[in-house]
């Protein structure tokens, strides 16, 4: 009885401790992952309120939004007389205001022809006699400028001209 005792001593007292594995062979602070015949040891997660060696990220803080803009232009048929207006923050304001443009400069059958928001525009025509302008818009200004002069040609066949060409860029308003 004597002898029992002393062992029991011994273990509880961590003399007589053996070296001792986690559970599936794993080191401490893992444990066994996978399935049959597949084994792998993966790191036991932290748990929630533990401290941990880097704070949680902080999502960004927007500073401000962006505006979008619009531009417009405005064609008198009967004069060709053109009108145009960009940077405005509506359709409507970009639309008036390319129409009194063009009534400006002495055109009293002012009608928008071409709208665009938050791009470039181009406005192309023949060199030589009526017809065949063009207009297209792009995300950039050489964009716009290339696209319109490609196709004024394709549709008259011969050289076209840059008229016009604008941008209506975004406006950033800080909070």
């Given at each position: 009885?004597?002898?029992?005792?002393?062992?029991?001593?011994?273990?509880?007292s961590g003399l007589f401790a053996i070296g001792?594995?986690?559970?599936?062979?794993?080191?401490p602070g893992?444990?066994?992952?996978?399935?049959q015949g597949v084994q792998g040891c993966a790191p036991i997660p932290a748990q929630r309120g533990a401290a941990t060696s880097s704070p949680a990220p902080v999502a960004p803080r927007p500073t401000g939004q962006w505006i979008k803009t619009w531009g417009a232009l405005a064609q008198s048929p009967g004069s060709e007389l053109i009108g145009a207006a960009n940077g405005l923050e509506t359709i409507d304001a970009a639309k008036r205001l390319a129409i009194e443009r063009c009534k400006a400069e002495g055109a009293n059958d002012c009608r928008v022809s071409f709208t665009y928001m938050n791009q470039c525009m181009a406005f192309a025509a023949p060199r030589a006699g009526k017809g065949g302008s063009m207009m297209t818009s792009a995300a950039t200004k050489d964009g716009a400028v290339e696209l319109a002069l490609s196709k004024c040609?394709?549709?008259v066949g011969g050289a076209c001209a840059i008229v016009y060409s604008a941008c209506a860029e975004p406006i950033f308003k800080r909070f």
């Open positions: 009885m004597k002898v029992l005792i002393v062992i029991v001593v011994l273990f509880s001792v594995k986690a559970e599936g062979n794993c080191p893992y444990y066994p992952i996978g399935g040609v394709a549709q």
